[in-house]
T-cell receptor, first 116, second 117 residues
Framework: AQKVTQAQTEISVVEKEDVTLDCVYE???????LFWYKQPPSGELVFLIR????DEQNEISGRYSWNFQKSTSSFNFTITASQVVDSAVYFC????WGTGGFKTIFGAGTRLFVKA | NAGVMQNPRHLVRRRGQEARLRCSPM?????VYWYRQLPEEGLKFMVY????????ESGMPKERFSAEFPKEGPSILRIQQVVRGDSAAYFC???????????????FGPGTRLTVT
């Protein structure tokens, strides 16, 4: 069965610190997708990244980077030089083929506080 | 290109009333997903629909909840006889297709926050 674990419930850092949000997943499929979403205090969900199971290349986008390690079933997210605007809840999600299409399971989220 | 639209953004209902939540997918998207987010929790899958078809409703409570995605018009999530435990944010997402493909991803709407008093 699918499962996504975000062990860190809350993280608090001071601006300009680097911070890594952990995500560990479980799946029996060989084809699946991994996502990160940001939910700022306003409540909407903002898509950050999608990774498919065949692409283990790490990705960097500005201050954001993602480390996908199939050997440890992890898809960790690092924010470099954090800013107050990064304060949000971050969700890791896993999609695998289910009844009629892909089904997405979300982790419980990690709440990040960035203090000025 | 407008994103996924949900309305209303906030909905207040008294116990026992009905709640109707609407979702208009992105243009060209024919697959809709509904998720529920209880306070301080992650999103939980409820139902996946294509036009005029429910594909997967394994996450829907067996009673009081129903969803549809008609040929014309938005997808509707309907909650009958609401109870306090239904208070949550309900998110809709759409995708251009549900099968495997290089462009698969779900685009989320802003959510409807339902409060049952």
């Amino acid at each position: 069965a699918q499962k996504v674990t975000q062990a860190q419930t809350e993280i608090s850092v001071v601006e300009k610190e680097d911070v890594t949000l952990d995500c560990v997943y479980e799946t029996r499929d060989t084809t699946y997708y991994l996502f990160w979403y940001k939910q700022p205090p306003s409540g909407e969900l903002v898509f950050l990244i999608r990774r498919n199971s065949f692409d283990e290349q790490n990705e960097i986008s500005g201050r954001y980077s993602w480390n996908f390690q199939k050997s440890t079933s992890s898809f960790n997210f690092t924010i470099t030089a954090s800013q107050v605007v990064d304060s949000a809840v971050y969700f890791c999600a896993l999609s695998e083929w289910g009844t009629g299409g892909f089904k997405t399971i979300f982790g419980a989220g990690t709440r990040l506080f960035v203090k000025a | 290109n407008a994103g996924v639209m949900q309305n209303p953004r906030h909905l207040v209902r008294r116990r026992g009333q009905e709640a109707r939540l609407r979702c208009s997918p992105m243009k060209g998207h024919s697959h809709v997903y509904w998720y529920r987010q209880l306070p301080e929790e992650g999103l939980k899958f409820m139902v996946y629909l294509q036009k005029e078809n429910i594909i997967d409703e394994s996450g829907m409570p067996k009673e009081r909840f129903s969803a549809e995605f008609p040929k014309e018009g938005p997808s509707i999530l309907r909650i009958q006889q609401v109870v306090r435990g239904d208070s949550a944010a309900y998110f809709c997402a759409s995708s251009p297709h549900g099968g495997q493909g290089p462009t698969y991803e779900q685009y989320f709407g802003p959510g409807t926050r339902l409060t049952v008093t």
